[in-house]
């Protein structure tokens, strides 16, 4: 599967624990995004990534959210201290470096926190 | 104020018909113009990309008015498989290429 590849589909966790999303664009992709769309909401930018920049994080949470893209291995989501208003699907995509709009999205990783 | 607005739906259609859909944005600066699909639980897909002058893919038209900020979606001879939710998307001048700005969605339900 040359698509974007996020894990896990699924996550569970207890407010105050950690989560942890993975995300490897498409081969011969540079650039990655991360998204998150909360419950009846649309789909809202967080982060843009390439290897070990991160380029804009305007949309990402102040507190507890990080995102990295180190040289190699995957991009991570990373979210400390989970509280309910996480619960949401986080969708990671990825483009060529000349692409205006056609993003590639991965099937989204769906954190519930308890 | 929401950058792109979408009438939510549902609209529930029988095979066959004709649906459209539209769509408004805010910031006259939006520069690129998509409509995108999601099935349920799944990720979002590129339908197409609305240009100035309009466009059609098969059965799918789309049409841009930028004086009125306003993108619609014409679907023709409705299929059960078009059932979905159609994301109104735009890209704004200055901003990150890929930062998009998402409509909630429009849901299409077709029925035989």
Redesign the interface.
Known sequence: NAGVMQNPRHLVRRRGQEARLRCSPMKGHS?V?W?RQLP??????MV?LQKENI??ES?MPKERFSAEFPKEGPSILRIQQVVRGDSAAY?C?S?PPT?????F????SRLTVL | RKEVEQDPGPFNVPEGATVAFNCTYSNSASQSFFWYRQDCRKEPKLLMSVYSSGNEDGRFTAQLNRASQYISLLIRDSKLSDSATYLCVVNVVGSTLGRLYFGRGTQLTVWP
């Not at chain 1, 692409?99 to 993003?103: A, F, P, V």
């Open positions: 650039h995004y998204y009846e909401e649309g789909l809202k930018f843009y380029i804009d949309g969708f995509a483009s692409s205006i709009g056609e993003l999205f991965g099937e989204g």
